[in-house]
C-alpha cells in the first residue's frame, strides 16, 4: 500500500495557473501508475490525467488537453499536475490516486487515494 498526500490546492482567478503536487510514502512509487481526478460539489468523480510508472505514456481528458499536464519525479515519489488557463469549471476537490502497474481512465481502478486539495477558479 502506499499513501498519498496532496498540495498545492488553492483560490485562483480565471486564466490563472497551479500546481498540484503528491507525495507519495510506504511502497515503491515507480510501481504504480498515478492518476488525478477531481470531484466538484453534487458531481461525480470524473478522471482528469494519468501517468505511466516510468513517465514515458500519460492520458488526460478532453476538458484539460492542452491545458493541464500531468509529470512525475520517481526520485522525489512525487507526482504533479500543472494546471494552466483555469476556468471556473475547473472548481472542485482534485484527488491524487495510485494503481499497481498501470494507469486507466476509472475511478474505480484505483486502490490507493490521498485526502484531496481544493481548487477554486474564480470568474
Known amino acids: 500500500q502506499v499513501q498519498l498526500v496532496e498540495s498545492g490546492g488553492g483560490l485562483v482567478q480565471a486564466g490563472g495557473s497551479l500546481r498540484l503536487s503528491c507525495a507519495a510514502s510506504?511502497?515503491?512509487?515507480?510501481?504504480?501508475?498515478m492518476g488525478w481526478f477531481r470531484q466538484a460539489p453534487g458531481k461525480e468523480r470524473e478522471f482528469v490525467a494519468a501517468i505511466s510508472r516510468s513517465g514515458s505514456r500519460t492520458i488526460s481528458a478532453d476538458a484539460v488537453k492542452g491545458r493541464f499536464t500531468i509529470s512525475r519525479d520517481n526520485a522525489k515519489n512525487t507526482v504533479y499536475l500543472q494546471m494552466n488557463s483555469l476556468k471556473p469549471e475547473d472548481t472542485a476537490v482534485y484527488y491524487c490516486?495510485?494503481?499497481?502497474?498501470?494507469?486507466?481512465?476509472?475511478?474505480?481502478?484505483?486502490?490507493?487515494w490521498g485526502q484531496g486539495t481544493q481548487v477554486t477558479v474564480s470568474s
Open positions: 510506504g511502497g515503491t512509487f515507480s510501481s504504480y501508475g
Open positions: 490516486a495510485a494503481r499497481y502497474y498501470s494507469i486507466t481512465y476509472y475511478p474505480s481502478d484505483y486502490d490507493n
